[in-house]
């Protein structure tokens, strides 16, 4: 499933304190519109205990383009929620990757990129099992396993012949291919299914180096599953990106 998403040009949102908190978040982003949404001022979502130091990185960019002056656009990308695999079986061994279920969001960019901030997260608390991974631009660049990495030898391209049979670790034990912060606050006990708050915050230049220079770009989250049908869940996960771009002179 691909979704078109519209961009909403919004103040910084930079803290000094090296938190971010994150603009509020509208519950009618997910629905593609040539307007700007208006936004649920009851809605705001804080990730500040997930975020790195939220300050947008000094990026070399190429000297044509004047990032003297600049503007943030906020962009919010809400997936759908997803209960089950499509196929998978209980005669499927047990913890072991069987099935998966992606789901892809498409967004627009603007034409010059000056800096970037990307989070993956909960809106409150989600849910998901067995595993998740994502990824940018048909790049990987989280797992919630490591053995997704070891598996597909470390590559950020998502292989399923690879993952296909490969053994689950039982805990949530991260990859992140780029770089990242992680933090989660798993409300039930540790295990496969995890139900809780969680937030990933990505290496800006990384994300910047893949976005840079493109007209569009794609948001993947992978659910995976073993040999139950009510794996490949996924409940109540957002990305949040902001862009700095070239402020329009007079």
């Known amino acids: ?65 004047d990032c003297a002056e600049t503007v943030t656009q906020d962009l919010w990308l809400d997936f759908e929620d997803m209960i089950q695999c499509s196929s998978v ?16 969001l498409a967004f627009d960019l603007p034409e010059v990129i000056c800096g970037t901030v990307l989070a993956l997260g ?31 030898s470390f590559s950020d391209v998502f292989d399923w012949g690879r993952l296909y049979g490969a053994p689950m670790v039982t805990e949530i034990e991260p990859y992140c291919f780029v770089g990242c912060d992680e933090y989660y606050n798993n409300q039930s006990e540790l295990g496969l299914t995890f139900s809780g708050n969680m937030g990933v915050d990505f290496e800006p230049n990384a994300v910047f180096q893949l976005l840079h220079q493109q007209l569009t770009g794609e948001v993947t989250v992978y659910a995976f599953g073993d040999n139950d049908p009510e794996d490949c869940l996924l409940e109540n996960f957002s990305v949040y990106l902001q862009l700095r771009v070239p402020a329009i002179s007079d």
């Open 89 to 104: 079986s209980p005669n499927n061994p047990n913890l072991y990757y069987q099935a998966f279920e992606a789901q892809t």
């Open 122 to 152: 909960t809106l409150g608390a989600g849910r998901f099992d067995d595993h998740i991974a994502f990824g940018l631009n048909g790049r990987l660049l989280y797992a919630s396993d490591v053995r997704i990495a070891e598996y597909l």
């Open 1 to 65: 499933m691909i979704m078109v998403m519209s961009i909403l040009i919004t103040s910084c949102v930079l803290l000094e304190s090296g938190d971010i908190t994150l603009p509020e978040h509208s519950s009618q982003s997910n629905v593609p519109t040539p307007t700007i949404p208006e936004v649920d001022t009851g809605t705001q979502v804080n990730w500040s205990e997930v975020l790195m130091a939220s300050d947008l990185r000094t990026i070399t960019v190429p000297p044509d383009i």
